[in-house]
């Protein structure tokens, strides 16, 4: 029986980066709109922040898998 653990990985790789591209582009279009965006505080709440606040978190994202 072929081990599939591999392919899962790297499966698992390939959509966290396309997840990362994603936030990246929504938080730096909002950005340019001078909109906010809804994340999560350190306990789970919801919690309104700045776009422009959030550049800096997401400029990476990208280039790390």
Same mark, same amino acid.
């Given at each position: 029986?072929? $081990? %599939?653990? @591999?392919?899962l ?5 390939? /959509?966290?980066? !396309?997840?990362?591209? *994603?936030? %990246? +582009?929504? /938080?730096?279009?909002? *950005?340019? $709109?001078?909109?906010?965006?809804? /994340?999560?505080?350190?306990? !789970?709440n @919801?919690?309104? /922040? @700045? *776009? +422009?606040?959030?550049? $800096?978190?997401? +400029? $990476? ?5």
């Open positions: 029986m072929e $081990n %599939k653990t @591999p392919q990985s790297e499966l698992s790789e390939k /959509v966290l980066l !396309g997840m990362r591209i *994603a936030i %990246k +582009k929504l /938080v730096e279009t909002s *950005a340019a $709109n001078n909109e906010s965006l809804i /994340v999560g505080d350190e306990n !789970g @919801p919690i309104s /922040v @700045p *776009a +422009k606040d959030l550049l $800096n978190t997401v +400029k $990476n994202y990208e280039t790390h898998a």
